[in-house]
């Protein structure tokens, strides 16, 4: 019923630009604050960027601010991320996360994998 679903990802030399889109069905999304992870190879998951529900607040991850941008469209039930000047550290697979914050329910997507390689 729920579904997350990221897509996007891919293979990228460093200094290059990919945006990352997670369209989601079976929630009512606007009640959702939407954040993006990811998790780099032995590494633990990590908080990339998250945007509210209520005011459409972003904070960032601070090895990625200035360089991503988290947005999402709620008549279309998705979220973006927007990665530019993409550094071989920001390899890892990138999840989107749906979280219900007032009845602690979370949502995960898949993950799409990126790939920042020269």
């Known amino acids: 019923q729920v579904q997350l679903v990221e897509s996007g990802g891919g293979l990228v030399q460093p200094g290059g630009s990919l945006r990352l889109s997670c369209a989601a069905s079976g929630i009512m999304f606007s009640r959702y604050a939407m954040n993006w992870y990811r998790q780099a190879p032995g590494k633990e998951r990590e908080l990339v960027a998250g945007?509210?529900?209520?005011?459409?607040?972003?904070n960032y991850a601070d090895s990625v601010k200035g360089r991503f941008t988290i947005s999402r469209d709620n008549a279309k039930n998705t979220v973006y991320l927007q990665m530019n000047s993409l550094k071989p550290e920001d390899t890892a697979v990138y999840y989107c996360?749906?979280?219900?914050?007032?009845?602690?329910?979370?949502?995960w997507g898949q993950g799409t994998q990126v790939t920042v390689s020269s």
């Open positions: 996360n749906a979280d219900r914050v007032t009845s602690f329910m979370m949502y």
């Open positions: 945007v509210t529900s209520v005011g459409g607040r972003t």
